[in-house]
């Protein structure tokens, strides 16, 4: 900052410090609601797998409906049997997905979907 001001050198700048983590804090998803067993069975359905929670390093838009009480939660498609055994992983220059996994994620959809717009609130 100070080094700023010296360059800047001009007494009617203000420099004012941007905090880095701008997201609110709220408390995580529950797992313990019908979304979530809708998106559990969905994953059983279509991948046969069972649903893990899992917290991210990364950074997303979810955080600020949390914030505001809304229950979110990421999910995306499911396999990478190409470039994830060659070390790429998400945001790399290798990001992609086959078209039989784009598939199988949109089944995947259908059943999440249609089983969260068919429960009682």
Same mark, same amino acid.
């Given at each position: 900052?100070?080094?700023?001001?010296? $360059?800047?050198?001009?007494?009617?700048?203000?420099? $004012?410090?941007?905090?880095?983590?701008?997201?609110?804090?709220?408390?995580?998803?529950?797992?313990?609601?019908?979304?979530?067993?809708?998106?559990?069975?969905?994953?059983?359905?279509?991948?046969?797998?069972?649903?893990?929670?899992?917290?991210?390093?990364?950074?997303?838009?979810?955080?600020?409906?949390?914030?505001?009480? $809304?229950?979110?939660?990421?999910?995306?498609?499911?396999?990478?049997?190409?470039?994830?055994?060659?070390?790429?992983?998400?945001?790399?220059?290798?990001?992609?997905?086959? $078209?039989?996994?784009?598939?199988?994620?949109?089944?995947?959809?259908?059943?999440?979907?249609?089983?969260?717009?068919?429960?009682?609130?």
């Amino acid at each position: 900052m100070e080094m700023m001001r010296k $360059v800047i050198d001009d007494p009617t700048v203000e420099i $004012v410090p941007q905090t880095i983590n701008q997201r609110p804090g709220s408390a995580p998803s529950r797992i313990d609601n019908d979304s979530y067993h809708a998106l559990e069975a969905a994953y059983k359905k279509i991948y046969g797998t069972t649903t893990v929670p899992y917290m991210s390093t990364g950074a997303t838009d979810m955080a600020f409906l949390r914030a505001k009480g $809304v229950q979110c939660y990421g999910i995306g498609a499911m396999f990478d049997l190409e470039d994830a055994p060659k070390g790429f992983g998400a945001h790399s220059d290798q990001e992609r997905i086959l $078209v039989e996994a784009v598939y199988k994620h949109l089944q995947f959809y259908w059943e999440a979907v249609t089983s969260i717009a068919g429960t009682k609130k």
